[in-house]
């Protein structure tokens, strides 16, 4: 089970860039993906929330407007779409999933919480 981050990076504010999540061993379908970010000095926050597939994303009011969280399914990739970048969105990002304990496929599962390795955005003029 592994998730990778890409698509970091230093960028002027008013920007845009488009971080992504490469996951693998399991499906992000059904999973809730999650981007929390978390700058040095700083508790990681959660950014944008997207429960699972087909239900409402949810952001933190500090980015809401600004960025749109996706899934593409047939790559098992989710994306964080970030624009108008303020320098107060520099941090590490970290994508997250998440599955509550229950009956999958006629099996019983402990609850699953998997964490990618972040992936640094600068925003400096």
């Known amino acids: 089970v592994q998730l990778v981050e890409s698509g970091g990076g230093l960028l002027q504010p008013g920007g845009s860039l488009r971080l992504s999540c490469a996951a693998s061993?399991?499906?992000?379908?059904?999973?809730?993906m999650r981007w929390f970010r978390q700058a040095p000095g700083k508790e990681r926050e959660l950014v944008a929330d997207s429960p699972n597939a087909g239900s409402s994303a949810a952001y933190a009011d500090s980015v809401k407007g600004r960025f749109t969280i996706s899934r593409d399914n047939a790559k098992n990739t989710v994306y964080l779409q970030m624009d108008s970048l303020k320098s107060e969105d520099t941090s590490v990002y970290y994508c997250n999933a998440q599955r509550t304990r229950g009956w999958y496929d006629g099996r019983w599962s402990s609850a699953k919480d998997y964490w990618g390795q972040g992936t640094q955005v600068t925003v400096s003029s």
């Open positions: 061993g399991f499906s992000v379908s059904c999973y809730a």
